[in-house]
């Protein structure tokens, strides 16, 4: 009998088990908690010149991640901004080995991010085949720039190109057309700036030393060296296998960038200013060079039909590369090693670059996708328009050199511009500084 009870006991014990696990399987499962915290660059990424004049609720990247927390119950995104983007790379290495930095980082990529591999998780058999498919950038997330390394993290949805916007009305008045008849040639550009400078107005405003770093139209300067005999002479100098004091593209780039300084094409305080937008918005300058980010908030003030944008002439007739400008996916999302949540950090990146948030971006900011399928037509840009031509230009660019570049020449190089473009340096002496640098 007590065998018997023992049977029906253990029975009915095996029978409960069943129908709680029955009972759990078909109940409503309540999603662990998550909160993540990312890191945004204030400058030139997902937050624009005019959104940061908005409340932060208003900014793309704000609505961005309530629209993904709302797909995602149970995710939290903190957004933290920095405003100082050169020392966040610094910042997220020291949080890193700390073990607190933040889940996502916005960094610049290239270069820039490959020392910091010790503290970043690698994503390469975390990204979804349809964005390696459909993204351009992966390259320069990297290591190495070489294929087969760990990818560092995902490109931002943008390939921002440096170019120059320029007033319409400043042109008409001093009988240039630059839509039919922008100048290719240097001879052409010096010519045309010469015209414009002798009807009273400045003919190009930039900024060239802000927080300590070179700005615009060091790129501009940057391609002409890239021009000429492409990356590879460059590349080696400053693995140390050649010596940027024998490199005459260097030298030649860095001489034009002074010319254009000392004939007064350039607003004479540009390795000091930080008004060079100002100017140009109060019809004072002809030209600036900018990056895709700043066209919309130049639209906006100026009015479409009065501002239009040009490459830079190309340096050389015989240089390797022409009809193009510098440009590229130069900014990444990286994952630390710390983050407790890797795959929904990936998921987040994935979808800031889903197609209808690329197409949500461009209406706070006129980008160039780095998706394949996005086009000119999916942007509502018409034929002729500054955003067309950004696709354009996109197909035929060189990648920016200060991403390219080892860290201890690009803070040399972009220090030390603005006294070449004053006359305060030789070409020569910055080249000698590169080459003492390199390697430390």
């Not at 990204?127 to 720039?145: E, H, K």
């Not at 660019?397 to 080892?406: A, C, H, I, P, Q």
Request: with cysteine; aromatic share 10%.
């Amino acid at each position: 009998m007590n065998k018997t009870i023992r049977l029906l006991i253990n029975a009915l014990i095996v029978m409960s088990v069943l129908l709680a696990a029955a009972g759990c399987a078909g109940a409503p499962q309540t999603a662990e908690p998550q909160k993540l915290t990312i890191w945004i660059n204030g400058r030139d990424s997902f937050i624009g010149p005019n959104e940061q004049q908005l409340p932060q609720d208003q900014w793309y990247i704000s609505q961005a991640i309530k629209r993904f927390e709302g797909a995602n119950p149970g995710v939290t995104i903190e957004l933290v901004v920095q405003a100082d983007a050169y020392a966040a790379h610094q910042m997220f290495r020291t949080a890193g080995v700390a073990g607190n930095a933040p889940d996502i980082a916005n960094l610049w990529a290239g270069q820039f991010i490959f020392p910091l591999e010790e503290v970043i998780t690698p994503i390469n058999d975390k990204i979804p085949q349809a964005d390696r498919d459909n993204l351009l950038g992966w390259d320069t997330d990297t290591v190495g720039f070489k294929e087969g390394n760990p990818i560092l993290g995902y490109p931002t949805p943008d390939n921002q190109m440096c170019f120059f916007l320029y007033n319409k009305k400043i042109m008409q008045e001093v009988g240039l057309d630059y839509e039919a008849n922008p100048p290719r040639t240097m001879d052409a550009f010096f010519a045309d700036m010469e015209k414009i400078k002798n009807a009273g107005y400045i003919p190009i405003a930039a900024d060239e030393a802000i927080d300590g770093y070179a700005y615009y139209f060091f790129q501009i300067a940057a391609y002409w060296w890239v021009q000429q005999n492409g990356f590879d002479p460059i590349l080696a100098a400053d693995r140390g296998e050649a010596n940027f004091a024998d490199d005459q593209a260097l030298l030649a780039a860095l001489q034009a960038y002074h010319d254009i300084w000392a004939k007064g094409y350039m607003n004479q305080d540009a390795a000091t200013s930080s008004d060079s937008w100002q100017k140009f918005l109060q019809g004072k300058v002809a030209m600036v060079p900018r990056v895709s980010s700043f066209v919309s908030g130049y639209l906006d003030a100026l009015g479409v039909e009065n501002v239009g944008a040009i490459i830079p002439p190309d340096i050389s007739d015989t240089a390797l590369i022409k009809n193009g400008t510098i440009g590229g996916p130069g900014q990444v999302m990286v994952i630390a090693k710390n983050s407790k949540y890797p795959d929904t950090a990936v998921k987040f990146m994935s979808f800031l670059n889903s197609k209808d948030e690329v197409l949500k971006l461009n209406e706070f900011q006129t980008k160039v996708p780095i998706r394949k399928d996005v086009t000119a037509a999916d942007l509502g840009f018409e034929s002729g328009s500054v955003g067309s031509k950004l696709i354009e230009w996109s197909k035929n660019y060189v990648f920016w050199v200060d991403n390219s570049l080892s860290d201890p020449v690009v803070v040399a190089f972009n220090k030390l511009l603005p006294l070449v473009l004053t006359g305060k340096m030789t070409p020569e002496e910055l080249a000698q500084q590169l080459d003492k640098d390199k390697g430390q």
